[in-house]
């Protein structure tokens, strides 16, 4: 019945106008819609505003050949990437031992996905990993109690886990260069950038939660992270998704930064 009802909304002009709109967003950012796959277009178009995809360039899909997901929890972000683009390497992080399990049974068997069970910092060494009940809430950071408020039980701390951390530098050495570097690491952004600096300089879009308010305990928020970005590694704001809103409030976005050392015609300074 569900089928039925999807296949009659497309039949409809109305159906048939959207079809029409959500595929050319799709090439026009790069994508491919087979001939059989535009009943999935509506779809896509999702997939790609909830990772925050569609906030680069025209184009710039089908030039994406490294990608690296650092705080990929359960793979939700590199899944609804593998749907829309296929890099020539994918390069997955994540710490949380169950997490990483998941990790494993989704993506180990791909030849271009690289898997690193680790957290990332400022530097090498052991550190303490707060697991929550909802996983996607777990940090080396403790949550604050105004957020637990906020959020309810699902950010409540279950355990504490010893996990290796490392610096990005240490982890991407050998990687030439980087298309896209996505960082969601719960409130240690400022720490992840801190032992980045070889690696920013070698990335050409960076794709991170900006956090409007504070969630964590010594956690980062925007202000310091936009200031780090573009006063010390030659970023560029370009584009930021709809923020979530909490208790009234913009908590959190993504942020799409393009490396202007790099690409400079994407964010000309025309306007000084």
């Known amino acids: 019945m569900k089928t039925a009802r999807k296949l009659l909304k497309y039949l409809l002009p109305h159906g048939i106008v959207e079809i029409s709109k959500n595929t050319r967003r799709l090439r026009a950012l790069g994508g491919t819609v087979s001939a059989g796959g535009w009943w999935r277009s509506d779809w896509l178009v999702h997939q790609a505003e909830t990772a925050g995809l569609d906030l680069l360039p025209d184009g710039q899909w089908r030039h994406l050949r490294t990608v690296v997901d650092v705080g990929a929890n359960v793979g939700q972000w590199s899944t609804m990437l593998l749907d829309l683009v296929t890099p020539e390497k994918l390069i997955i992080v994540e710490p949380q031992p169950a997490a990483f399990a998941q990790l494993q049974t989704l993506f180990g068997m791909r030849k271009h996905v690289e898997l690193h069970r680790v957290a990332v910092g400022s530097a090498d060494g052991v550190t303490r990993f707060r697991v929550t009940r909802d996983t996607t809430g777990g940090s080396v950071l403790p949550p604050l109690a105004e957020m637990r408020e906020l959020v309810g039980g699902n950010w409540t701390v279950e355990s504490e886990i010893e996990v290796k951390i490392t610096t990005l530098d240490a982890l991407l050495d050998e990687v030439p260069e980087l298309s ?87 964010a000309p300074r025309d306007f000084l």
């Open 180 to 266: 896209l570097l996505k960082i969601d690491v719960q409130g240690l952004e400022k720490e992840v950038l801190a032992g980045a600096a070889r690696s920013l300089a070698r990335t050409d879009f960076l794709l991170i939660e900006l956090n409007y308010m504070r969630q964590y305990e010594g956690g980062s928020w925007f202000g310091e992270i936009h200031e780090i970005l573009t006063r010390d590694h030659g970023f560029v704001l370009v584009d930021a998704s709809k923020p979530l809103r909490l208790n009234g409030r913009a908590s959190m976005s993504d942020g799409l930064y393009v490396n202007v050392r790099r690409l400079p015609d994407f």
